[in-house]
């Protein structure tokens, strides 16, 4: 009886042999293709960097003929907007030539603020390492790269996981498969929880926390939450911060939102700003002297402990380090920072 490929492959399957995975498919986990700055040709905006290092990459395929794309365009530009001061970089690659594309962008201005690049001629890298090998035939795709240089993210800018994978990604808190494997440790954390067995709630928490604090810091947080509102303990919440201080002491994106939170939590009976201050120290000491993001931060927590002046000369600080994208809402801070600070002098 003749066999054919389909039959014989099947029957190697139930006997338990492993096929090797094309090493070519590109998918979530993957790493990702790259550098890709020898083949593309900028329309506008900075060099591409290397995928991993300091910055977190969205790399979106468009067109200027496609509707769903010029659709996009202003959700992809806010979230850069927002964003690109906690490193997100975005980059618009279209397969079309120079002299359709640059128009275009030049007509966009300011609503299409990111950096945009087209398809070198006769250098097919980018369609056949992301979209074929994602096996993506439509537009708007986009891929959101980490930190580490795996993609998190493959599908529609559009689709509400897109902006989940990118704010999670540039706080360095996304990874699906990590969730994944805490979620029943969590919910057993959370029904000790509502059980009042404060102590043990704590220690399922934590071993949850401790494959990867930095990711699961949010899981941290929560912890802190419940010592702090349901259990009344601050001391065991103090103890709850140190202990993630000391797990990411050498993230300065986790502890930036460790100490935002702790100095503007609005989801909290009572806040706890020496636990802030100590978030805010440990900031300092790996954050850049000229960093916007850490020195709002810090500004917050001084804010938070009504030093309207240390806020107001902090937060200018960061106005003026910021980029222009982020320049308005770090300005509206400020003045109200300043008007505080100067009503506080009148008095």
């Not at 440790?185 to 404060?198: P, Q, S, V, Y």
Request: glycine share 4%; proline share 5%; hydrophobic share 45%.
């Amino acid at each position: 009886m003749r066999m054919t490929i389909r039959s014989i492959v099947a029957a190697l399957a139930v006997a338990g042999v492993a096929f090797a995975q094309d090493p070519e498919k590109l998918k979530v986990g993957s790493t990702a293709p790259g550098p890709i700055a020898d083949h593309i040709q900028l329309v506008q905006g900075e060099p591409v960097t290397p995928f991993v290092g300091d910055k977190v990459h969205v790399i979106e395929f468009w067109a200027t003929w496609c509707g769903p794309c010029r659709q996009s365009i202003p959700h992809i530009n806010k979230l850069y907007q927002e964003l690109s001061p906690l490193g997100l970089v975005v980059v618009g690659v279209s397969d079309e030539k120079m002299d359709k594309v640059k128009p275009f962008v030049t007509k966009m201005g300011s609503s299409m603020s990111y950096t945009v690049a087209i398809q070198k001629n006769e250098d097919s890298f980018m369609k056949d390492k992301f979209m074929q090998a994602a096996e993506q035939n439509g537009i708007p795709c986009a891929f959101v790269v980490n930190r580490a240089g795996k993609v998190v993210f493959i599908g529609h800018p559009m689709d509400a996981e897109f902006e989940r994978a990118v704010r999670g990604s540039v706080r360095n808190r996304y990874d699906p498969e990590l969730f994944a494997r805490v979620d029943g440790t969590i919910t057993e954390a959370r029904r000790l929880a509502k059980n009042r067995d404060w102590r043990q709630a704590s220690a399922t928490y934590r071993e949850a926390i401790k494959e990867d604090p930095s990711t699961l810091m949010d899981y941290g947080l929560e912890e802190w939450r419940m010592l702090m509102d349901q259990a009344g303990d601050t001391a065991a919440a103090r103890e709850c911060v140190k202990l993630l201080i000391s797990q990411v002491k050498s993230d300065r994106f986790a502890l930036n939102e460790l100490t935002q939170y702790l100095a503007t939590a609005t989801d909290v009976k009572k806040r706890d700003l020496e636990a802030a201050q100590m978030a805010a120290d440990a900031l300092k000491a790996v954050a850049r002297s000229d960093d916007p993001v850490a020195l709002s931060a810090m500004a917050a927590v001084a804010a938070a402990k009504g030093d309207w002046a240390a806020a107001s000369d902090m937060q200018y600080d960061a106005w003026m380090a910021a980029p222009p994208t982020s320049k308005p809402a770090l300005k509206k801070t400020l003045d109200t920072y300043e008007e505080r600070r100067d009503k506080a002098a009148a008095k």
